[in-house]
C-alpha cells in the first residue's frame, strides 16, 4: 500500500488534483495497518534468528491480527487496491472501525505482553547487543532511511518532515535511539508498533467527512513529480511524468531498501557469519 500511495501521489501532484481529507485519512490509517504486520514480523524473525522460536510464533500469532484489520477496513489481507488517482476506491463502514478499534486494544496488549519477554531474555541481549552496529556518520553519509537510520540517532521520517496523506491530520512521534546495533531497531520498531496503534485509534476517532475521491480531472501532459511514502522500511519514492494519450511516459521508483542495502557491509564487519541473517533482517 505505500508504494501505491507514492505513486498515486506521485500523479496526483503532477496534474495538481487536490485529494479531499476524508481519503487522505484513510490512506494515512491503512499504512500504519501496513506497519503494523511489517514491525511484527520483524520481530518475530529476529527471534527466530537468534533462535527464540516460541517468540518467533507469538509474535505471528498476533500479526494475525493486523491481517484481519486489513481485511475488515479493505476486503483484503495484504494488497488492499484501494488506491485511485485523486482518492480511495471504497469507505470505511462503522462497525467496521467499532471492530478494528476493539482488535487495536486487543494487540496492545498482547504485544505489550510479548515485549517484555523479549527483552528480558538474556538470550535476545546477548545476540543483538552491539552487533550490526551502524556509526551515526555512516548513516548520515549514506541517508539510509526509515527504522534503521532512527536508530542510530536520526530523527527522519517522511510522516513528520513532509506530511503527505492525512499525517498532517494525525498526533504522532518520532521515535529514535542512539545504540546503532540490531537491539535498538528492534526497539524502534516495537514504539513504532503502539504509535501505529495510536495513530490508527485516532485517525478513526476523527475522521472527516466528505467525499473519497475527486469527481473529475483534466489530464495534462507532459507533468511531473515526486511522491513519497513512509513504509515499514523506510521512504519509498516515485517520480512520474505524464505523457500524450492519457498515459505514463516515465516512471521511476526508489524503494526504502535500496537506500539502506549499500551500508550492509559496514553492519557485517566484526561480525560472526551466525549475526549474518540477524543483521541482514534488521534493515
Known sequence: FAHSTAYTTSVENAMGIVVPERAQMIRAILLEVERLHSHLLNLGLACHFVGFDSGFMQFFRVRETSMKMAEILTGARKTYGLNLIGGIRRDLLKEDMIATRLLAQQM????????????????????????????????????????????????????????????????????????????????VRINEVYTALNMIDFGLDNLPGGELMVEGFTYIPNRFALGFSEAPRGDDIHWSMTGDNQKLWRWRCRAATYANWPTLRYMLRGNTVSDAPLIIGSL
Open 108 to 187: 496492545r496488549r498482547e504485544v505489550q505482553d510479548l515485549v517484555d519477554i523479549l527483552l528480558s531474555t538474556p538470550n535476545i541481549e546477548q545476540r543483538t547487543v552491539g552487533v550490526g552496529r551502524l556509526d551515526p556518520q555512516i548513516a548520515r553519509d549514506f541517508s539510509n532511511v526509515g527504522p534503521m537510520v532512527r536508530a542510530s540517532g536520526h530523527a527522519r521520517d517522511t510522516r513528520a518532515d513532509h506530511p503527505f496523506a492525512g499525517y498532517g491530520l494525525l498526533p504522532m512521534e518520532v521515535h529514535t535511539e542512539q545504540g546503532c546495533d540490531v537491539i535498538s531497531r528492534l526497539k
